[in-house]
């Protein structure tokens, strides 16, 4: 594929993200919010928000993973998805007309379906960009992509908090206004993704060697990194619903300071990229990922200190810093560690066992507070994740001792 093509697909895939990003922060980041306020779920509601998607994600993945080996174009695939993901944004405008008890779990059910054609949409896109956008091309594109979106999505999410304070907080019409421009820019994600310039080389992939699952967790770099990443976000993603609860419930906070929140951590991520990148070229990524990690730990215990919220704002900051190094080194660490010739495979292994952990993680931590109340919740969860930055030192050591080459960062998507 020539360089001027290459170029093209490296802008349209920017605007593809960019609607891409516009759509979720229009729609996901108010989910927990229209949840609460305006259907009234209840704590055990608000955890399976996160978990039954986890669900519906590892039911899709191997599928998702097991087709697009054998479509005819991984770029028409991709594009599908999008239509079947974003189209169900309309579903949820007609949950408030339902007038029902049942609506909470109407709700959650149909968020939980968005995941099955997300499951296909991320996978395809994940195969189609590593064959359109070269190696040797990748670490700055991604960069600069990343730090694109991430301003997108800041300035979509703090608009849409400002706009809301017209309305009052349980009125559902703002957010079924929100779910239809989300709709629209879903289109305009579809029409960006399919104007991508497809590798004939590479637009079938029948011929593709199909490693065995045993293969895969042969490869012991692999191996260490699942077991490490798996425990991290089991201690991540447990305080999920916890976070939502606390701030919209004890903090009461609207819809104007979920959007300050989202942003504070926003523009804590764009300011770091940069020096965490710059740290996994200096140190490797598995190595990086101890601090990060260590950072996240702080999230917990720092948010319950106080419901007031410039200070939930200020340590949204502070997290922030933390959050943007382990989503990059994360996604480093994963490729490094995967097998070269099965990269595709290894990253569809991941995200199986990852979708796992996001089912059984949130209801552990939600079992947690109903058990123990927030402020032991959150000091458990600390503990855990500081216990997690153990586990990415002990990785960091044993993949040392295979004298393995330390990869240069490559930025997340």
Request: proline letters at 4%; charged letters at 10%; one cysteine or more.
């Amino acid at each position: 594929m020539n360089t001027s093509i290459v170029r093209q697909n490296e802008r349209l895939s920017i605007k593809n993200g960019a609607a891409s990003t516009i759509s979720q922060s229009l729609a996901n980041n108010y989910f927990s919010l229209f949840a609460i306020s305006v259907l009234g779920a209840t704590n055990i509601q608000v955890g399976w928000l996160s978990s039954l998607p986890a669900v519906a994600t590892m039911l899709a993945t191997l599928p998702a993973s097991w087709l697009i080996n054998r479509v005819q174009s991984k770029r028409q695939f991709t594009a599908i998805s999008i239509l079947l993901t974003r189209s169900l944004l309309l579903l949820l405008i007609c949950i408030p007309l339902l007038s029902t008890k049942l609506s909470s779990w109407i709700f959650v059910v149909l968020v939980a379906l968005m995941n099955v054609p997300g499951s296909f949409l991320n996978v395809g896109w994940q195969a189609l960009i590593s064959e359109l956008i070269p190696d040797t091309r990748r670490s700055k594109f991604f960069s600069n992509r990343n730090r694109i979106l991430t301003i997108v999505g800041m300035l979509a999410t703090l608009g849409s908090g400002i706009w809301m304070l017209i309305f009052p907080s349980k009125d559902p019409l703002p957010f079924q206004i929100l779910f239809g421009i989300a709709f629209l820019f879903g289109l305009l994600e579809w029409k960006y993704l399919a104007q991508h310039t497809e590798n004939p080389a590479h637009s079938h992939s029948l011929s593709y060697s199909k490693p065995s699952t045993k293969n895969i967790y042969l490869h012991r770099p692999f191996l260490y990194f699942l077991v490490a990443a798996l425990f991290f976000n089991f201690a991540w993603q447990l305080a999920w619903p916890l976070f939502n609860i606390y701030q919209i419930r004890d903090a009461h906070a609207t819809a104007i300071w979920i959007s300050i929140f989202t942003v504070c951590n926003q523009l804590a991520q764009i300011v770091s990229y940069g020096w965490w990148g710059r740290m996994a070229d200096r140190y490797s990524s598995t190595r990086i990922l101890v601090i990060a990690a260590l950072g996240m730990a702080t999230a917990p215990v720092l948010t319950i200190v106080s419901t007031n919220l410039y200070y939930l704002a200020a340590i949204n900051i502070f997290t922030g810093v933390f959050v943007s190094g382990t989503v990059l080194l994360l996604f480093n660490s994963l490729l490094e560690s995967s097998s070269p010739e099965w990269k595709t495979a290894c990253i569809a292994q991941y995200n199986i066992w990852l979708a796992g952990v996001a089912f059984i993680a949130p209801q552990a931590g939600v079992w947690m507070l109903e058990t123990w109340g927030m402020d032991v919740a959150m000091f458990w969860d600390s503990g855990l994740r500081a216990c997690a930055a153990l586990g990415f030192y002990i990785m960091w050591r044993k993949m040392s001792s295979l004298h393995l080459p330390e990869s240069k960062s490559l930025q997340a998507s």
